[in-house]
């Protein structure tokens, strides 16, 4: 079984930037391709970011590309998410996701088998 741990959201103001943090345990971290997503009230889950397996590879969702960056840091079993410049449409749940399987990183929900619990952001305008 493996366990995520997202942290960091919070009320921000638009222009403003926040840093998510997602702690995994329960198996070897750095065999996990991991991914962002976010589900706004009323919205289906969409992707935001995703990282392959050592972090040589990154995918960004159009909305996002410039303004946020993914990394990871595989000897603190940790995936970063940094947002930058924050908009009032990227107030949202963020829920980071593990994906243990696949050769290639993935930016539908269905390609990721493990979820954390989500973490809050909210950007007023």
């Known amino acids: 079984q493996v366990r995520l741990v997202e942290s960091g959201g919070g009320l921000v103001q638009a222009g403003g930037s926040l840093s998510l943090s997602c702690g995994a345990s329960?198996?070897?971290?750095?065999?996990?391709?991991m991914g962002w997503f976010r589900q706004a009230p009323g919205k289906e889950r969409e992707f935001v970011a995703a990282?392959?397996?050592?972090?040589?590879?990154?995918t960004y969702a159009d909305s996002v590309k410039g303004r946020f960056t993914i990394s990871r840091d595989n000897a603190k079993n940790t995936v970063y998410l940094q947002m930058n410049s924050l908009k009032p449409e990227d107030t949202a749940v963020y829920y980071c996701?593990?994906?243990?399987?696949?050769?290639?990183?993935?930016?539908?929900?269905?390609?990721?088998?493990?979820w954390g619990q989500g973490t809050q952001v909210t950007v007023s305008s």
């Open positions: 996701a593990a994906d243990p399987t696949r050769l290639r990183v993935g930016v539908r929900p269905i390609e990721y088998d493990y």
């Open positions: 329960g198996r070897t971290f750095s065999s996990f391709i």
């Open positions: 990282t392959s397996r050592n972090g040589g590879r990154t």
